[in-house]
């Protein structure tokens, strides 16, 4: 299947759609639907775009590098290749490739399996001399460094210019907003959605409301954590500076840590997290990250980057993820007219368009319910070909 060209009117499949969240998955559906010519609506419980939600940040990693997440890696390519065809309809590129280096402070299987999978993709991988990363990456800890690699395919996101420019983009394609609209309540077999205003009908609706989507379908609610993370935005010293703006993409592993720093490119500051995943809270909390929040993180940067007593947290952040047990994201049909959609973890960003694309071709009825939940889920990341 070729990437879908844009018609006039809906060639199969319902006329309405109702999506419920406008975070980068149910702009992307939204997207994914409209250039097919079908009508949309799209109802957030905030703003649009909403600062809250979990895809409204400065910058994002996109990579192909996936360690034991081999089935991610296969659907990469195409991933890249759907943002390509978003850049081309929005008439701006919001990526900057970077490249990316891992530095391994534990061997956990991650260089063989990631090595397997970007040979066979073409994508450059090669080992860094150990005794070259001080002067190439001056804000590393050497110590405690088994293993550097440099990974291509790899660069950076800039989610709120994207959501933004969405927004912009699906208006002009006739897309009708409901900000500020809580959904209290979804019927998947009729295809309602309702709110403090009223019932609003589709021919058919999907969930795609991030960490508060166990509240609307229960089925996921079993499956699907919310998990509060944190993220630090950090003032290098003055004598760090420079590098930070020039390095590419960095992931530090260990053992009980797996930190992402994304560097300061186009107007963005320098961001450092922890991959971990807390498994916890309510994604109705506040968004500042408390001490409890810090602490983990902090303590894992201390081990990884040097002087981090010379650097100033600027904007201590909390986010929430929704985690599956795998890792994979959970896409199922519902009832009817139904359907809902979550993401996994911190890698649900950079496949949101792809995903997405999957989906609208599920509800029009050009693929199976079961092909886009096994194919969403890397367990058959060959059953769909969208964009090639």
């Not at 795998?326 to 959609?341: H, P």
Request: charged letters at 25%.
């Amino acid at each position: 299947m070729s990437d879908p060209a844009k018609t006039s009117s809906p060639a199969e499949g319902p006329e309405k759609v109702l999506i419920i969240g406008a975070g980068i998955m149910g702009l992307s559906l939204a997207w994914a639907l409209a250039r097919q010519g079908i009508s949309v609506e799209v109802f957030d419980q905030g703003p649009i775009p909403n600062p809250v939600s979990s895809s409204h940040d400065e910058h994002r990693i996109n990579r192909h590098a996936y360690g034991k997440l081999g089935g991610y890696a296969r659907l990469m390519p195409q991933a890249f290749k759907a943002w390509d065809s978003m850049w081309a309809d929005l008439g701006v590129s919001h990526y900057e490739p970077t490249g990316g280096v891992y530095v391994l402070r534990h061997e956990d299987g991650w260089y063989d399996s990631t090595k397997a999978q970007l040979d066979e993709l073409g994508v450059e991988f090669k080992d860094l001399p150990r005794d070259q990363l001080a002067a190439r990456f001056p804000m590393l800890e050497p110590d405690g460094i088994e293993r550097a690699v440099f990974v291509g395919g790899s660069g950076l996101l800039f989610p709120v210019r994207i959501l933004t420019d969405l927004v912009v983009h699906l208006s002009e394609l006739g897309v009708r907003f409901h900000a500020h609209t809580k959904v209290h309540e979804v019927d998947p077999e009729r295809g309602v959605v309702t709110t403090a205003g009223g019932h609003f009908s589709g021919d058919t609706v999907v969930v795609a409301a991030g960490a508060w989507i166990g509240r609307l379908v229960p089925q996921f609610a079993g499956s699907v954590t919310p998990s509060r993370q944190a993220v630090l935005y950090l003032a290098p010293p003055p004598d760090m500076a420079r590098a930070w703006r020039t390095a590419p993409v960095i992931v530090v592993r260990e053992k009980d840590a797996g930190l992402y720093a994304l560097p300061p490119r186009r107007g963005t500051r320098l961001k450092i997290g922890d991959h971990r995943f807390s498994l916890t809270g309510d994604p109705d909390e506040d968004r500042a990250a408390t001490a409890d929040d810090i602490a983990p993180v902090w303590d894992a940067l201390v081990r990884a980057y040097r002087d981090m007593d010379a650097y100033t947290i600027i904007d201590p952040k909390a986010c929430f993820y929704t985690v599956t047990p795998d890792e994979a994201f959970k896409v199922a049909a519902l009832g009817a007219r139904g359907w809902a959609v979550s993401a996994c973890s911190g890698h649900g960003f950079k496949l949101a368009p792809l995903i997405a694309s999957g989906i609208a071709a599920g509800v029009r009825g050009v693929v199976t319910s079961d092909d886009v939940s096994e194919w969403a889920a890397a367990r058959a990341p060959d059953r769909l070909k969208l964009f090639d």
